[in-house]
């Protein structure tokens, strides 16, 4: 069975000489690749210990970008529990991170749209 790589051991790798990212569910081990990477090396870097999958996908690397990805990979990592907003919640009951960053880009939508509701309310309904 493959290897299951834990948020643990993906947070463990978040520098230049020890770097792992997660595209699409899979680990990959860019230690040796980042300084070829054609995008530079921090781009890589910033997605460290996070989903890069959107990042990844984002620039619309060529197939050959992703023929690249096979050789570095680690394992899968772990769909439990991965990447929590809160570390407080229960194992299993953690939300990804895509659901995350889903919940942050809402938020901020959300925030200045109720203030933005609010104030018509009060200029136009109230006293
Ligand atoms: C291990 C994962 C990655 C591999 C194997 C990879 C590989 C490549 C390759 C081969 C290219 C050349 C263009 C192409 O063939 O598509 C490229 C370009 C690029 N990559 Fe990545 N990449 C990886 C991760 C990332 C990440 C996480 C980012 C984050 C934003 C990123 C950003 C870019 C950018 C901005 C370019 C365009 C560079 C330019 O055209 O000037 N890459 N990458």
């Given amino acids: ?22 595209i699409h569910g899979e680990v990959y081990d860019v230690t040796k690749f980042i300084d070829e ?3 530079g090396d921090d781009v890589i ?13 984002d620039v619309g690397h060529s197939d050959e970008a992703r023929d690249l990805l096979p050789p570095l990979l680690v394992g899968s990592f772990e769909k439990e529990g991965a990447l929590k907003i809160s570390d407080t919640k229960a ?8 659901d995350a960053v889903e919940q ?5 939508y959300f ?16 006293a």
Avoid: C
Avoid at 7 to 20: G, P, Q, R, V, W
Avoid at 91 to 98: K, M, Q
Avoid at 104 to 108: T, Y
């Fill in 45 to 57: 870097l910033a997605e460290a210990g996070k989903d890069a999958t959107q990042a990844f996908e």
């Fill in 1 to 22: 069975m493959a290897k299951v790589v834990t948020y643990e051991e993906l947070k463990a790798h978040s520098t230049k000489d020890n770097l792992y990212v997660l």
């Fill in 91 to 98: 194992p299993g009951s953690g939300a990804s991170v895509s």
């Fill in 37 to 39: 990477h054609p995008g």
């Fill in 104 to 108: 942050g880009s809402n938020l901020m």
């Fill in 111 to 126: 925030i200045p749209l109720t203030l933005l509701g609010a104030y018509f309310a009060w200029r136009f309904y109230g």
